[in-house]
């Protein structure tokens, strides 16, 4: 790349350079002055040129927040970097340097126009979060692989397109391969697509296509299912009732349960185990059930109460609103009648009057507030009060459909251990008639063993079926303290906020008076 | 028997009680004429003179003419009409028979009641009986399928004539082909074509000849409110107060005294109470004054109306109609006073019910026949199932059941009637009122009605609506247009605040939809409304005073809702061309914008005020979501100078603004400035915004001055009659046709006509004779043929002679010749030649077509309608 810059030096992009070109591409004339008397701030700026300086790296740009264009072109840049910050941006102009490689692109989603035109990429990717992109020029570089386009497939608003002058423009279907593979694009190289050469071109393409999209579809569909799915549990676990819709919490139970997976090789076990373990099934649904149900219920509160809370604030609002406008008709009057006053006894006896209407309006806001605010607080306990019950019903409902599981469990232990002693006899008897693998085998020494066996299975389940309850109970109690805390803290800030607004415009309205107060003066 | 009895008696006490009225009443009014006569010629006459006067006075009687008084004779040639007017089919005459028989039994069972109205004269003095008058037809017309537009059609095509003697039915009911002609008649006629129309559009309507009150027989509506007076009382909705949800929150506490409150009220109650008061006494009072004087002739009076039974067309309750004023009635109305009879085009009944009551307690159950006592047996109605209780009662009207029916064949039924075919014509029916114009007079109201196109300015219909009984004071006056070019609808105009209200149909050049305003002038007060979907800019609203505008809008992509400009008044222009228009200076514009959601609620102006004599701009901003006040802006734009002379571009005091929250770019300087260069751009924008806008008032004001002017009427292209292209097209078509024709006429020349001339007239050919006419009349044509041979012949040999003998000329005088004679000669040689082989041209194509001629003609006669039955036979 000769040029005619190659003989000057490299240059920094510095805080100097940087301010002038932004006081150059400034406003003119007279807000010219006006921006050099007050200094723009980088924050401020929204378009940014600085082509044919020499620039060997892009830095300092962090403070460009607002930055909607940047136009880098013509210099030496040999990476893409420095960009993060620069979200807002719209359109990046990198044409005519030295860049290898995509990169350092994934921050700029609102990016609709890329320039990278005349550098040295061999390879197009790390585009992926340019959804918006429309406008890709990638002319006069090293492209030489043509399976580069299918990677331009997942830009849905990408409409121009520029290849040209890359060792894959040289290929003889160049074009058809890119009419065929991107439908949506309307324009090539500088030209309008000729849609009969589209269809040409889609028709010669058309078996890799179907197949193409059709794996696409499935793709999708896939992930569909899969983020249904993910919504599903999502749900299940706002309701704390997550997995309890099938036998998962049972084969939890087993899954760590060693001596109790030996035991059910045990002659009877296996239908008692069947019988068990659709009792089981049943019980959790039922919670699964419950749990849903009242799910729905409290969020039927929930709204109920929110929309009530913001019926009440709407309604202040409103004769918030109509007091502020009364009195600023009065006072525009009274400020207008104070200015063609001449006599100053009068002037002063209109001027108290004045800001005991201020006054009277900061009474009138401040009762209406704190009216509002008891009304809330009321509301909000009514509303605590009741949530609360529910989530104690619920869960007094759950621990007894959980105990219910305990029962059975605890059954279901009589009964292993019954076999279990039977069989302990039968062994002891040498009547056994059955062969036992050697590990359960191993159990039946004495009674001693075989009890502690089948007690620590009965222990590891109990404690299964404890852990989900206790996880259960806390989720709902954490959530209904959460709730709980969220809703006073909003009303403590909502309140704080109004009186913040409410000073604030009572300060404005004084210090307004006192303003035309002094001007007064000094005009007599 | 014992019910009839006593009913006999009570109608007996009835009729002698009415007997005694009605002498009274007659006394009465000769003693109230006498009183007249005397008041009016008290000072010149004696007692004596007086009293002579009186006895002759009562001598002469007053003849009451036997005819129909308003029916013209001339108008209708009785001859016309078609027989069955003037004669009675065999049918008939049984009908009348069987009628006469009734009759006679009825005054004989019941001699206390009137006769019955049972068969009129026709217009040609032919008794008919009153149900084969009835003639039920269906009318061609939609409009006409419903009763009430129907009775509404009835009562504005005729002309009310009263009864000659309001105590008696008519002598005469015409039939309604003649009353249609007329466009007058009686309630009778009224009733009989009202009650055709209603039962041809398959209304189970019937004619009722009956007794009703003074204002229904006359048609007298002042005492009636007007309908079109009668505001429509909107339906307040109460609004469904929302369920206190659970969550509600508690009102704040209420700390006033409810002591106190409840005084408040009961004094407030008072004060109501007492108006109340006021009101209802100063109503009574009116009341009273518009309440009639009784009427002597009160339940005397005989009218004649229709009856509409519930059941068919989906008539949900039975009820009245009068036909005279097309109102209908539930048949509990005060203004109707008593039932004689009723009947249809199937049967005739009588009322056997008491009528104490006036109609309030009649049934209207056909079927009964102890309630209705019918004369024809076997009609539609259905007997009414007796229970057992009802039997003896039956038993006991035996006589009267059968007194109607014994001698008369069980299935006689209606002969069909007399009266042709009832036809309106489209014209007619357009028209509607006689002319085409029609006045109608209310309570404190008239009403003008007019058909369209009869006035050239689309006046169609004119409500005056006067403050007071006598009708002195107009109060309002609402005139309703139609087919106008520029689609004006209605004009109401009130007297009392002088204000003019125009409405609109949509299509009005400039959208306009209401136009009320006070004069015509300029710069006054006004309010336009428009259709806003038509206008570009969203105009709903323009309201006027003589020193302001202000402008509604909707439905704009900048969210202006509303713009009120402040005119100062005009200052004196020096310079002396008045024509250059001199707008009046603005002081201040006002706009509002709606809320626009792309912007944030700080950046989005609610309110712009633009102070142009101050140099200030006042902006008010959208109030946030959950926000009671908004930010203001304050801009001066005064350009000022510091003391060295530079222009001061912006400095922190031109702008004053609180901001609800405040934010930091909004300080700066410069943001502030190129809002205020966007806004002086904006100021600009608006002036000439409002400049444009008081131009289109200009502009509206000419042209409504223009169109008033005008009036033009619009026509639709589907009105034949109207649209003079259409019918200048048909007519032209109609002419080529006819055209067309004649020319087929004058081809088709009757070559048989001079033989048939021959013939003596109106007899029928014989064979002999045809033969003969064909002979003569080929035979004719062979010697046409041989004639014209014969002529072409002649001529030929004339010109050849001619030329030999100028050529022997030739021949002889050649040498003597000069050059011209020589020139002359050659040049006859040539013509004469010409002329010679054109005759002989002729005479070979006669020759070739003469047979061929002949031919055809023989052939044509063949097929000579006149003698193809002959000939061909011969042949």
């Known amino acids: ?524 | 028997m014992e019910v009839l009895r006593e009913k006999v008696e009570e109608e007996e006490a009835a009729e002698r009680e009415e007997a005694a009225e009605r002498a009274e009443w007659a006394e009465k009014m000769e003693r109230m004429t006498k009183t007249a006569e005397v008041s009016k010629e008290e000072t010149i006459m004696t007692q004596d003179e007086l009293r002579d006067l009186e006895k002759r006075l009562t001598s002469i009687e007053i003849s009451i003419p036997a005819e129909y008084s308003f029916i013209n004779k001339s108008l209708i040639d009785v001859t016309k009409l078609p027989p069955s007017y003037s004669t009675n089919s065999p049918k008939e005459e049984h009908l009348l028979q069987v009628a006469d028989n009734f009759s006679r039994q009825y005054s004989h069972l019941c001699p206390d009641r009137v006769p019955l109205f049972l068969c009129p004269l026709n217009e040609c003095n032919v008794p008919k009986f009153v149900s084969t008058t009835l003639r039920p037809t269906l009318m061609p017309y939609p409009e006409l399928y419903n009763w009430d537009s129907c009775s509404q059609f009835v009562s504005d095509f005729l002309t009310m004539v009263p009864l000659l003697d309001p105590l008696k039915p008519p002598k005469y009911l015409y039939s309604s082909t003649t009353v249609l002609k007329c466009q007058k008649g009686n309630c009778f006629d009224f009733s009989t074509l009202l009650c055709s129309m209603l039962i041809g559009s398959g209304y189970d309507a019937y004619c009722v000849n009956g007794y009703g009150s003074l204002d229904l027989c006359l048609m007298d509506l002042t005492r009636e409110v007007c309908p079109l007076t009668v505001k429509v009382k909107e339906v307040v909705k109460e609004e469904e107060k929302a369920m206190p949800k659970k969550y509600t929150v508690k009102p704040p506490r209420d700390l006033t005294s409810k002591f106190e409150q409840e005084q408040e009220n009961k004094r407030l109650q008072e004060i109501k109470n007492q108006e109340e008061k006021r009101l209802r006494e100063a109503e009574e009072r009116l009341l009273a004054e518009e309440k009639a004087k009784p009427d002597p002739l009160h339940g005397l009076r005989v009218h004649c109306w229709v009856l509409v039974l519930a059941g068919k067309r989906e008539v949900p309750e039975s009820f009245f109609i009068d036909p005279l004023t097309a109102h209908s009635y539930s048949t509990k109305d005060d203004h109707f006073l008593g039932i004689e009879s009723l009947w249809n085009h199937k049967n005739y009944w009588i009322n056997m019910q008491d009528c104490w009551n006036c109609c309030k307690e009649l049934v209207f159950d056909l079927g009964d026949p102890v309630r209705w006592e019918y004369m024809l047996l076997g009609t539609d109605k259905p007997h009414l199932s007796l229970t057992e209780e009802d039997e003896d009662v039956l038993d006991d009207d035996d006589d009267i059941d059968n007194l109607g029916k014994e001698e008369e064949d069980k299935s006689f039924d209606m002969p069909p009637s007399w009266v042709a075919q009832i036809e309106i014509t489209p014209d007619e029916f357009e028209t509607r009122c006689p002319n085409g114009k029609k006045v109608i007079r209310y309570k404190r109201a008239q009403l003008e009605k007019w058909a369209p196109y009869l006035n050239n300015n689309g006046l169609v219909c004119r409500l005056t609506v006067y403050e007071d009984l006598q009708c002195t004071k107009v109060l309002e006056i609402k005139e309703w247009y139609q087919n106008r070019e520029d689609t004006l609808e209605l004009k109401h105009i009130n007297k009392i605040t002088g204000l003019h209200v125009d409405y609109f149909r949509p299509g009005h050049p400039q959208a306009l939809r209401v136009h009320s305003y006070k004069s015509m002038l300029p710069e006054m007060d006004r309010v336009m409304e428009f259709y806003e979907k038509i206008r570009v800019d969203g105009l709903i609203k323009r309201e006027e005073t003589p020193l302001t505008m202000t402008e509604y809008y909707q439905g704009r992509s900048d969210f202006l809702s509303y713009r009120h400009i402040n005119f100062g008044p005009r200052v004196k222009k020096l310079t002396q061309n008045s024509a250059e228009s001199n707008p009046r200076p603005m002081v201040k514009i006002t706009e509002r914008f709606l809320r626009n959601p792309a912007k944030p609620a700080d950046e989005d102006v609610a309110e712009r005020v633009f102070l142009i004599v101050e140099e200030r701009i006042q902006l008010r901003y959208h109030c946030r979501d959950d926000y009671i006040t908004s930010s203001k802006r304050e801009f001066l734009r005064r350009t000022e100078v510091d003391s060295k002379g530079n222009k001061i571009i912006m400095t922190p005091d031109m702008c004053i603004s609180f901001e609800v929250e405040p934010m930091e770019h909004t300080k700066k300087l410069l943001y502030q400035y190129e809002t205020m260069i966007h806004l002086k751009n904006e100021e600009k924008l608006s002036r000439h915004q409002a400049w444009e806008s008081e131009l289109e008032v200009l502009e509206i004001l000419k042209l409504r001055e223009e169109e008033d002017d005008a009036h033009m009427l619009t026509i639709s292209i589907y009105d034949t009659k109207r649209n003079e292209k259409s019918k200048e097209y048909r007519e032209a078509m109609e002419r080529v046709l006819h055209e067309e024709h004649m020319r087929q006429v004058e081809s088709q020349l009757d070559y048989l006509a001079p033989f048939l001339a021959q013939l003596p007239p109106g007899e029928k050919l014989t064979r002999w004779q045809a033969v003969r006419l064909k002979d003569e009349c080929l035979s004719d044509f062979k010697q046409r043929l041989i004639d014209k041979a014969n002529l072409i012949q002649a001529r030929f040999e004339k010109e050849t002679q001619e030329l030999q003998k100028k050529q022997q000329w030739y021949q002889e005088n050649q040498v003597t010749l000069s050059p011209e004679d020589e020139d002359l000669y050659l040049s006859y040689c040539s013509q004469a030649m010409f002329r010679i082989r054109i005759l002989e041209q002729r005479l070979n194509r006669h020759k070739e077509l003469a047979p061929l001629k002949y031919l055809a003609l023989e052939e044509k006669l063949y097929k000579d309608p006149r003698l193809v039955d002959f000939v061909k036979v011969f042949v």
Not at chain 1, 79 to 99: K, P, Q, T
Not at chain 1, 324 to 344: G, W
Request: aromatic share 6%; charged share 30%.
């Open chain 1, 1 to 524: 790349m000769s040029r005619p810059f190659d003989s000057m030096d490299p240059k920094v992009m510095d805080d100097d350079m940087l301010k002038v070109a932004v006081v150059e591409q400034g406003p003119q004339e007279e807000a010219g002055q006006l921006a050099k008397q007050e200094g723009i701030l980088f924050k401020d700026v929204r378009s940014l040129q600085l082509d044919f300086r020499n620039i060997l790296r892009i830095d300092n740009l962090w403070q460009f927040e607002n930055l909607q264009k940047l136009q880098l072109n013509n210099n030496i840049i040999e990476r893409i970097e420095g960009l993060e910050n620069l979200i807002h941006l719209v359109w990046l102009d990198l044409s005519f340097n030295n860049i290898e490689a995509i990169e350092g692109l994934d921050t700029l989603v609102n990016l609709e126009d890329l320039s990278l035109s005349n550098n040295r990429i061999a390879k197009i990717d790390s585009l992926d979060a340019l959804v918006k992109l429309q406008v890709l020029s990638l002319g006069n570089n090293q492209i030489g692989n043509i399976m580069n386009i299918i990677y331009l497939r997942q830009f849905s608003c990408l409409r121009t397109l520029t290849l040209s002058e890359n060792p894959i423009a040289e290929a003889e279907e160049y074009k058809e391969f890119i009419y065929a593979y991107l439908p949506d694009l309307v324009y090539l190289d500088f030209r309008r697509i000729d849609e009969q050469a589209r269809e040409a071109s889609k028709l010669k393409h058309q078996y890799s296509i179907d197949e193409m999209k059709h794996r696409e579809a499935l793709m999708r569909a896939r992930l569909e299912d899969e983020k249904a799915q993910r919504q599903m549990l999502e749900e299940h676990k706002l309701a704390f009732i997550e997995r309890l819709n099938g036998p998962f919490l049972f084969n939890s139970m087993y899954s760590e349960d060693v001596e109790g997976n030996k035991l059910s090789s045990l002659p009877g076990v296996d239908e008692l185990l069947e019988t068990y373990k659709d009792k089981f099934v049943i019980i959790c649904l039922n919670i699964f059930e419950y749990g849903l149900k009242q799910q729905e219920k409290r969020m039927a509160e929930l709204d109920t109460f929110n929309e009530c809370i913001q019926d009440a604030i709407r309604e202040n609002q409103e004769q918030g609103k109509l007091k502020v406008t009364k009195f600023e008709e009065k006072h525009l009057l009274n400020l207008n009648a104070i200015r063609e006053e001449s006599d100053l006894p009068n002037i002063e006896k209109k001027l108290i009057e004045c800001s005991d209407d201020i006054t009277d309006l900061f009474n009138v806001l401040m009762t209406l507030e704190m009216q509002l605010v008891e009304q809330l607080e009321e509301t909000i306990n009514i509303f605590e009060r009741n949530i609360t019950d529910m989530v104690g019903l619920f869960i007094e409902n759950v621990q007894s459909l959980m105990a219910q599981c305990r029962d059975l469990e605890n059954h279901h232990h009589e009964k292993i251990l019954e076999i279990a002693i039977n069989t302990l006899e039968k062994i002891l008897k040498n009547e056994m008639d059955e062969d036992l693998p050697d590990d359960v085998r191993a159990l039946f020494v004495d009674k001693d063993t075989i009890v502690n066996a089948v007690g620590a299975s009965h222990d590891i389940h109990l404690l299964k079926i404890d852990n989900r309850e206790d996880e259960l109970v806390t989720g709902i109690n954490s959530w209904c303290a959460h709730l709980l805390d969220k809703i006073h803290r909003e009303e403590i800030v909502r309140n704080r906020k109004r009186v913040k607004e409410i000073n604030q415009y009572i300060d404005h309205m004084q210090s307004e008076l006192d303003n035309l107060e002094c001007g007064d003066i000094i005009d007599i």
